[in-house]
């Protein structure tokens, strides 16, 4: 057994059993003792577990772990005494309860099998531990001749970070002589959440001229070593690996070099890297995090927006050395050392028969109607929005067309009013 999945065998306790009936929320509930409290594995209260007032595709069940939390395994049961399980079903997660992650399997579509009856336990580890603070189950498919009922609990253990949160402007600048080292070979890990799409998460430098950059640029994560000041193509090498990694999860980054080839994986995936023979030797003393180095607030449009977690060095914490005020460190701005979540929710549209229906505003304001929003889509054409104007005076519609945003506004009568980027 290798030491991470000893390691993930260790982080086996049950977390749900404990929690209040407050930490659990549901899409309905078929009475009050049929609520998502009584949803806990093994677990005879009330109705003997949950059950939604209907049983169809939108139904959830909710858990709140009360912070953020390594899920290493999940396990449920049906309703007690019942007819009523779930035999398939999706697993979410999420730090704020808005913004959630469908979790894969890997080699799988992601739906879990469920269960056969109401009693027995069918328990999952997941191939990749899960850092989150809720959990969500949303039943697939149920016994037909029952109705979705649901008991469950969820194994792991707490999760420990360093976090420190970077507003665009802000940055932080280590000095490192003498510099660690590794006998293992060189490496930096981070985990990064990012409120923009493009920005620098770290620079570093050597006294040999040599230098490293990882940078996202429109979602995509960029590794970059440069040779001198020079901007010649001779004098760089690029990686690029990646995509949607602006979405506001979290994502696993590490570098680890190995003389003539280097690993940067992202999340799940690991790409080994051949490099010249030049980039071989690795003398990094300096490095500037959340933006590129010397150049601070000077360039803001290149600076990282969002967090890091756990920004590791050949084996030094660099966000503990800052919040320890090391004399190594140079703080530049605003920095903090907490992670703010975002107040916005993205919405997914999945397909063409997709469409969310809000109702209307309340009686004009005087200054007029303003909108704003922010979408990605790889369609090149469809309708995003459209609502009637006050007093019925007309429509607006928003949409794609070859790619190109127009915006069109129809009143009676009249011919429509269009504007296109």
């Known amino acids: 057994m290798t030491i991470h999945e000893h390691a993930v065998e260790a982080c086996r306790s049950p977390l749900v059993s404990g929690l209040p009936p407050s930490s659990f929320r549901s899409s309905s509930l078929l009475s009050g003792s049929h609520g998502p409290g009584f949803a806990k594995l093994n677990r005879r209260e009330g109705a003997g577990g949950w059950s939604p007032l209907s049983s169809d595709g939108y139904q959830w069940l909710e858990v709140d772990l009360g912070g953020r939390t390594q899920i290493t395994a999940v396990a449920t049961q049906g309703r007690y005494g019942s007819s009523d399980w779930q035999t398939s079903y999706l697993l979410m997660f999420s730090d704020t309860g808005h913004n959630w992650r469908q979790y894969r399997q890997e080699g799988s579509i992601g739906a879990f099998p469920g269960n056969s ?74 985990t990064f959440k990012a409120l923009k799409n493009s920005g620098i998460l770290l620079h570093a430098e050597g006294r040999n001229e040599h230098s490293l950059r990882l940078e996202l640029e429109d979602g995509k994560l960029l590794l970059l070593l440069r040779e001198g000041s020079s901007s010649s193509p001779d004098s760089l090498h690029l990686v ?18 190995h003389g003539d080839h280097l690993n940067l994986t992202v999340d799940k995936s690991t790409l080994w890297v051949q490099i010249p023979a030049r980039f071989s030797h690795w003398d990094h003393d300096q490095m500037s995090v959340g933006a590129e180095q010397g150049l601070g607030s000077l360039r803001a449009d290149r600076n990282f927006r969002g967090c890091l977690e756990n920004l590791v060095y050949n084996g030094l914490n660099l966000v503990d050395l800052a919040k320890q005020a090391d004399q190594r460190v140079t703080v530049k701005g605003n920095v903090t050392f907490s992670c703010a979540e975002p107040v916005f929710v993205a919405v997914t549209f999945a397909g063409p028969q997709s469409f969310l229906w809000l109702p209307g505003g309340t009686d004009p304001s005087p200054a007029g109607l303003a909108l704003g929003l922010q979408f990605r889509t790889w369609n090149k054409a469809g309708l995003l929005l459209t609502f009637d104007l006050p007093k019925r005076s007309g429509a607006v519609w928003m949409y794609l067309s070859k790619a190109r945003l127009h915006l069109q506004v129809h009143k009676p009568g009249r011919a429509p009013l269009e504007l296109s980027t």
């Open 240 to 257: 690029s690996v990646g995509s949607l990694l602006d979405d506001q999860h979290w994502h696993h980054v590490a570098v680890e070099h």
């Open 117 to 190: 009856n109401a009693d027995s336990v069918v328990q999952h580890k997941l191939q990749h531990p899960v850092i989150a603070r809720y959990v969500r189950l949303i039943p697939l498919d149920w016994n037909p001749n029952g109705r979705i009922g649901l008991r469950l609990e969820a194994y792991g253990c707490p999760y420990d970070s360093d976090v420190v949160s970077f507003s665009g402007h802000s940055s932080l600048l280590y000095r490192l002589r003498p510099r660690p080292t590794q006998t293992s070979g060189e490496s930096i890990s981070l």
